[in-house]
C-alpha cells in the first residue's frame, strides 16, 4: 500500500494528553470519567469548550433534554424548524409545491408537495401517536419521554429569548414557517429519520399511485428481467452516491498503550436534517456519554461514555418489501387473496399549498391501500405499473420508534456484550450495522436491526420471479441490497411474527450476525460477511450477501486494520494508537489506485500517438500519462495532482458497475475476498476509453489535467475557500468525500462528518479525538460555522475534554446555566 508519511496533527500531543489524564486519574473517581452519583445542578447547566462544544449536566433527563434543546436550537435553528416544518407537511404552504425537499437519506430528492403528502398520510393515519400510546419496547422509555419533554422546553426557550425576527440565520430570520414546538413534533421528526432508509426509492411512487381508469389503456408490460435490471441498475447508482460509514473496533490484540479503540467515520450529508451534532451528555451517577447524534435528537447515536465506544454504519438490508397482488381488470382497485376478492382501502388525503399569486390553495389526492400496505407505482424512479398486478410496501420502521429507546440504553452500555443484549432486546436499529469496542478489549460487529421477517426458506416459497432476480445473491450485483417482492395473492407470503422478536414481522434477532474479537472487526457498507477475513459470517439472505465481492472500502479497512496490527504499513511499531489511526485514515489512500493505476498509465502510454477516438470525439490522451505516472502516493490529499484525474477516470470506467465487472486479469476468488478481483486488462479498450472521457470531461470544464485536488474540491466559508481532503467511496478511499452544487455553488454533498476515535485503557478516562468536519453550526454567523472544517481541511483533531476536571480547565470555557 502507497501510504503518504502525513502524520495527523493533534492539536495536543497524545503523549501530553497522557499527561493531563495521569493528572485527571490522581482525581478520585475522574481517573475513569465516571461523575460520581449525587444531585447534579439544581439547574441545566451548558459547558462551552472549544470549538463551541457543549457539555451538558443536569440533575434527571428532563434537565438534559433542556439543555440539548437549548444549546441544538441556539446553533442551528433554521435546520431544526426547517425539519419541524417538513414532518408537520407544510413545506407546500410556506415554501411553494413545487420546491424540493429531503425527506431520506439523500438530498433534494422529491418535491414539497410529494413530501408533504406523504408525511400527511402519515398524520392522518396517527402513526406514531399510536407508538407512543404503547408500553416500552415499541413505545418509549419514561427517560426518552423526560428527555423530549425537556427537549421541547430548551428549543421553545431559546426562540422566546431571540425572537424569530432576532434569529441570527438568515435562512430562517423572520420567517412565518418558525414556531415554537411540541413533544409531537420531535417524535414525528424522529420517526421520520428511522423510516429514511424507503423514503428515497418509494415516496414519489407511494403519492402518486392511482388505479387505472376504465377507459386508460393499460401500460406496457415489461418482463420480469427488464424491471428487475432497471431497479438494480437504479439502486446501485443511488447506494454509491448516498450516505455510508467506515467504522473499526481494535480489541486487546491491536491497540498499543491501551485496552481497546474504536474508530467512527459516518459519511453523512453536510446540509439539512441529516446533519450531525456533537455534546457531551452528563447526568451524575446515571450517563456520562460523549458524542454526536442526527440534530434534534436529545441522545448520543455515535460515540463513548466511560468503558464502551460505538458507530454505527449504513447496511445492506432493504428496509422494506414489495408485495405483488393480482387485481381484477374490471375493478383494478380489487385484489385477490387466497383466491377471493378484497377491497383496498382508500384515503383522501390533503395538504395546504402557496399559488403563484400568494393565494393558499389545497390539493388532495385519494391513495390507496392493500392489507400489506400502501400502493405504490415506482421503486428508485423505476415505474412499477398498476395494471394486471399492483406492489404494496411494507415498511419495517414505519412502527418503529424503538430506535430511541435504543440510543438511550447504548449511552449507558457497559461493554460489548451489554451492547449486544440492548440491540436483542429493542431491536430498533434502522438500516445500521453497529461496530463496538469496549475497555475490556472486545471489539464488536453487529447487524442486529429491525429486519423483515423473511427467512431463507420464506424467500423460496414466496419470491416473485422479479423477487428473485432482485433478491437471490448471484441474480443480483453486489453492489445492491436485497429487496424482495413477494406474491401476494398468497397471505402467508406475508412476513410472518416471529415469538422471538420484538414486533410484529421483525426477524429472531438471535438469528442476526454478530462478531466479537481481540484484534479488530469493522464495517464499510459491504454485508456482514467479512467482518474480519479469518471468521467469514453466514446470515439469512435478507441481510445480504456472503461470499461476493467486497467493495474497494472494504478491502481498504481490512487491509489498513491488518497492516497496523502487524506492524507491516510502513508506520513504526504496531498496533493502534490515536496518532496513527488519524495518520491511516487522513493519508487517504485510493485502494482503486492500488490496484490498477500502473495499468491505467500503460494503457495511456499504448495509445497510437496519444489518441483516442470515443463517443466521436478524437482525444489526446497523452498529456495524462505523466500526470498519473508521477501520482505515486495514491493518495488524495488537498495536495495531490492526479488524482482528481484519476477518480473523473475511475467513475467512468465503473459506469455505475460492481466491482466485479471491470476487466479483470485475476476474477473475484471468496477464498481471497481482500485481494481479488486484480490485475485490471490494460489492453482492454474500455480502460482507455474511460480515461479519453475523462480527459475531454476535465477539459471541457476547464480544469488541468495536473490541477492539486484543493483546486477543484472546495467549500466556501465566510469568503474564504477551505480546500477540502478525501475521495468518492467507489475509489476506495476511507475518508470519503462526495462534492457536488448546493444552492448553485460548489460544496460537499455528504462525506465524514463526524470523526471520532477513542482509546481505552486499563484504567483511566477514555482518550478521545474528533472532528467535526463541516463543524457545529449551519448558521454563517455563527464563530463555529466555519472552524472544525478548517481543522478537518488541516487534517487536525480536536482533543477531547470528558472529565470534570477536563472541561473546567478549557482556556474557553463559557456556562450557560438555564434558570
Not at 242 to 250: I, K, Q
Not at 544 to 557: I, M, N, V, Y
Request: net charge negative; charged share 20%; proline share 8%.
Amino acid at each position: 500500500m502507497a501510504w503518504r508519511r502525513r502524520r495527523a496533527r493533534l492539536p495536543m500531543a497524545v503523549t501530553a494528553a497522557a499527561a493531563v489524564m495521569s493528572t485527571v486519574a490522581a482525581t478520585g473517581s475522574a481517573a475513569t470519567g465516571v461523575v460520581a452519583a449525587g444531585p447534579g445542578p439544581d439547574k441545566p447547566t451548558i459547558r462551552y469548550t472549544e470549538y463551541g462544544i457543549p457539555h451538558i449536566i443536569a440533575s434527571d433527563w428532563e434537565g438534559l433534554g433542556t439543555g440539548y434543546g437549548y444549546a441544538a436550537a441556539k446553533d442551528n435553528v433554521c435546520t431544526l424548524a426547517d425539519t419541524y416544518l417538513m414532518v408537520d407537511a407544510q413545506r407546500s404552504r410556506y415554501l411553494g409545491p413545487d420546491g424540493r425537499a429531503s425527506p431520506g437519506k439523500d438530498q433534494n430528492t422529491t418535491s414539497n408537495l410529494n413530501s408533504d403528502l406523504y408525511f400527511q398520510r402519515i398524520k392522518d393515519n396517527g402513526v406514531v401517536e399510536r407508538l407512543l400510546d404503547q408500553p416500552a419496547p415499541n413505545g418509549p422509555e419514561p427517560e426518552v419521554e423526560e428527555a423530549v419533554r425537556g427537549y421541547v422546553r430548551g428549543y421553545n426557550r431559546y426562540l422566546s429569548e431571540t425572537g424569530v425576527n432576532g434569529i441570527p440565520d438568515p435562512a430562517c430570520r423572520g420567517a412565518a414557517w418558525v414556531r415554537p414546538i411540541t413533544e409531537l413534533d420531535v417524535y414525528r421528526h424522529a420517526h421520520a429519520e428511522i423510516i429514511m432508509g424507503s423514503a428515497d426509492a418509494l415516496l414519489d411512487g407511494l403519492v402518486n399511485a392511482t388505479p387505472p381508469g376504465a377507459s386508460t389503456a393499460a401500460p406496457p408490460a415489461s418482463s420480469p428481467a427488464k424491471t428487475a435490471r432497471k431497479i438494480r441498475d437504479a439502486m446501485a447508482v443511488s447506494r454509491q452516491r448516498s450516505m455510508g460509514s467506515n467504522a473499526l473496533a481494535v480489541g486487546s490484540q491491536g491497540v498499543s498503550g491501551g485496552t481497546g479503540m474504536l474508530l467512527a467515520n459516518p459519511h453523512f450529508p453536510w446540509q439539512g436534517k441529516n446533519r450531525m451534532w456533537q455534546s457531551q451528555l452528563t447526568i451524575p451517577g446515571k450517563v456520562n456519554v460523549s458524542g454526536a447524534g442526527l440534530l434534534g435528537l436529545p441522545v448520543v447515536n455515535i460515540g463513548h461514555n466511560d468503558d464502551v465506544a460505538w458507530s454505527h454504519t449504513v447496511a445492506t438490508v432493504a428496509p422494506f418489501g414489495l408485495f405483488d397482488v393480482q387485481v381484477d381488470p374490471l375493478h383494478p382497485t380489487r385484489y385477490l387473496v387466497d383466491g377471493k376478492w378484497e377491497q383496498m382501502t382508500s384515503q383522501r388525503v390533503g395538504v395546504d399549498v402557496r399559488n403563484a399569486d400568494g393565494s393558499i390553495g389545497k390539493v388532495t389526492r385519494t391513495l390507496w391501500s392493500t392489507r400489506y400496505g400502501p400502493v405504490t407505482t415506482s421503486i428508485q424512479g423505476v415505474p412499477l405499473p398498476w395494471a394486471v398486478s399492483a406492489h404494496a410496501v411494507r415498511d419495517v420502521n414505519m412502527d418503529n420508534l424503538r430506535a430511541m429507546n435504543t440510543w438511550f440504553r447504548l449511552d449507558q452500555a457497559e461493554d460489548v456484550s451489554d451492547v449486544v443484549n440492548i440491540l436483542e432486546t429493542t431491536q430498533g436499529v434502522p438500516f445500521f450495522n453497529t461496530v463496538a469496542s469496549d475497555r475490556k478489549g472486545n471489539a464488536l460487529y453487529a447487524d442486529i436491526q429491525a429486519t423483515p421477517n423473511i427467512t431463507d426458506e420464506h424467500a423460496k416459497s414466496c419470491l416473485t420471479t422479479t423477487g428473485q432476480l432482485l433478491f437471490n445473491p448471484g441474480l443480483r450485483p453486489s453492489n445492491v441490497p436485497p429487496v424482495s417482492v413477494l406474491d401476494g395473492k398468497r397471505s402467508e407470503c406475508d412476513w410472518p411474527d416471529d415469538p422471538n422478536a420484538v414486533a410484529p414481522g421483525l426477524l429472531d434477532p438471535h438469528e442476526q450476525p454478530r462478531l466479537i474479537r481481540s484484534d479488530f472487526a469493522g464495517n464499510a457498507n459491504d454485508s456482514a460477511w467479512l467482518a474480519h477475513p479469518e471468521q467469514p459470517l453466514t446470515f439469512p439472505k435478507v441481510m445480504g450477501d456472503t461470499a461476493t465481492p467486497r467493495s474497494l472500502r472494504t478491502q481498504e479497512l481490512i487491509l489498513t486494520a491488518q497492516g497496523r496490527i502487524n506492524g507491516t504499513d510502513g508506520l513504526p511499531g504496531k498496533g493502534f494508537t490515536p496518532e496513527t489511526m488519524g495518520t491511516l485514515l487522513f493519508a487517504d489512500n485510493s485502494r482503486a489506485a492500488d490496484l490498477t493505476l500502473d495499468a491505467t498509465v500503460t494503457a495511456c502510454r499504448s495509445a497510437p500517438f496519444g489518441l483516442v477516438l470515443v463517443d466521436g470525439n478524437l482525444v489526446d490522451v497523452s498529456e495524462a500519462c505523466p500526470v498519473l505516472a508521477a501520482w505515486k502516493d495514491h493518495d488524495c490529499t488537498a495536495d495531490s495532482r492526479g488524482s482528481w484525474l484519476f477518480a473523473n477516470y475511475w467513475v467512468r470506467l465503473l459506469g455505475g458497475q460492481p466491482i466485479e465487472k471491470l476487466p479483470w486479469r485475476v476474477a473475484f476468488d471468496p477464498k481471497d475476498p481482500v485481494h481479488t478481483p486484480n490485475s485490471l486488462d490494460s489492453g482492454n479498450s474500455a480502460v482507455r476509453d474511460a480515461l479519453a472521457r475523462a480527459v475531454l470531461a476535465l477539459r471541457k470544464a476547464g480544469v488541468p489535467l495536473n490541477a492539486p485536488l484543493s483546486d477543484v474540491q472546495n467549500v466556501t466559508r465566510g469568503g474564504e475557500r477551505i480546500p477540502i481532503h478525501g475521495s468518492i467511496g467507489e475509489l476506495g478511499v476511507l475518508n470519503v468525500i462526495t462534492p457536488g452544487r448546493v444552492d448553485g455553488k460548489p460544496d460537499i454533498v455528504f462525506g465524514s462528518s463526524f470523526i471520532q476515535q477513542v482509546r481505552f485503557t486499563s484504567d483511566g478516562p477514555p482518550q478521545a479525538f474528533s472532528v467535526m468536519a463541516y463543524s457545529q453550526s449551519a448558521d454563517p454567523n455563527s464563530p463555529h460555522h466555519a472552524d472544525q472544517t478548517e481543522l478537518f481541511s488541516a487534517g487536525e483533531w480536536v482533543t477531547e475534554r470528558f472529565t470534570e476536571e477536563q472541561i473546567a480547565a478549557s482556556p474557553e470555557l463559557q456556562t450557560k446555566v438555564l434558570d
